[in-house]
DNA sequence: AGGAGTTTGTGAACGCGAGAACAAAACGAG
DNA sequence: CTCGTTTTGTTCTCGCGTTCACAAACTCCT
């Protein structure tokens, strides 16, 4: 998009990288956790699930952290990946449309000890505006501007219904959101520039249905 | 795995196609209740949010469902799709761990709508087990195996704090369960012919933040 | 019946990601 | 200091997935 400067860290990290470093970090805080200062490639590639040689690539493209002929060094290695992902700066984030699985998130603790801070909760159906979820009360939809701005908030959340998310979508982009979380069972779509990622729970059950339907064929 | 019969449906479809084959079959879904009965693959791909070149090869790999010049027969279409992957029939799940994500997840409508039938909410703790989630009364976790057992359940769903992660697959493998759907953020090991998928919340987060910090640096 | 206009299904080219294999570098023993 | 051992970082190859482009096939109009 935007013409890269030529002498900062103008390394592109391939989106299956990007997409695999989350979970080297949980790896790795598990790690550490239990007491390992030091891990080999084949020591950290077992406890993330994947191939030892493309866990070496991927680190490869943030740098060289590692030390040939004896490995990692535990808390070196996931404070440069927390910076690289980002997650050691402060995200605040607003969740749109609190009903069961807007509870779920509010309540997730893997958010805020990863640098997410939920800041608002929103909700257009005003029932629910009385409540108070996760130490942080439901405000009504129509507040998501004011929030947005004041707040400089760049990430939301959509767990509203299908027929809703667009909507919410738009708002949401209109207001300064450039990257969108969606839950809803639907496609949204936005401008370029701004970034969407799809999880759909039903969707997963049906791919291991079309599997567990093969294996029963096969027998 | 198993050496393929030479007559039947033998078609082994690319795993890239079987993740978007559930993504078709809501869009077919979403324009058949708009009164559509016939769409080109331009509409439907666009309904997906995919390439029409990329949802064209994606159904050749079912067979010719389409007429040239004409298009696709939408209830035709969705009927070929969702018999291919499976959700015809029905697929009784069963879900351990009801906190917050259990309780969306026991809620979902867009399980039942697609065949799968949550038979069971299984949970550790005894204070849960007074519990009446979604017409369904929580149960103890030593109750896996009899009912896995009773009603074929060969697909699990695993909400658990991560720590519980790898006792629950144990246990399900072991009863006979061959696909798990992990929410729990933890890497689980299973044996062959177990299928596991994971759903994690926060990296997904993760991925969208260090996209977000890169348009920062850009700017 | 024939031709113009559409739209599918697929062959071919291209680019990205996975994995194997190896060279470079660090450490330790003697 | 030198050699053997260990482990990283990287190069190379292969296969999969995406996209383009076009021939085949169907409809409609005259």
């Not at 509870?103 to 997730?108: I, M």
């Not at 207001?175 to 639907?186: E, Q, R, V």
Request: glycine share 8%; with cysteine.
């Amino acid at each position: 998009m935007t013409a890269r400067s030529s002498s900062e860290t103008a390394r592109d990290i391939p989106e299956a990288t990007v997409a695999r470093l989350p979970v080297y970090l949980r790896a790795l805080t598990t790690l550490a956790e239990g007491g390992t200062r030091t891990c080999s490639s084949e020591d950290l590639a077992a406890a993330a699930g994947v191939n030892s040689a493309k866990l070496r690539k991927d680190l490869s493209y943030l740098g060289s952290y590692g030390t040939r002929g004896v490995g990692y060094d535990v808390d070196y290695l996931r404070y440069q990946i927390a910076r690289e992902i980002g997650v050691t700066q402060d995200w605040p984030v607003v969740i749109v449309g609190i009903g069961n699985l807007g509870h779920a998130l509010a309540n997730y603790s893997g958010f805020r000890s990863r640098g997410f801070r939920v800041v608002a909760l929103l909700d257009a159906d005003p029932a629910r505006h009385d409540e108070v979820v996760a130490g942080v009360d439901v405000r009504p939809f129509d507040d998501l501007e004011q929030i947005v701005g004041d707040q400089s908030v760049a990430i939301g959340v959509i767990a509203t219904p299908a027929i809703a998310a667009q909507d919410v979508a738009d708002r949401m982009v209109a207001c300064g959101i450039t990257s969108i979380l969606n839950f809803a069972p639907a496609v949204i779509a936005v401008p370029d520039g701004v970034d969407v990622r799809k999880v759909d729970l039903s969707i997963e059950l049906q791919i291991l249905a079309y599997h567990e339907q093969r294996k029963a064929q096969s027998a």
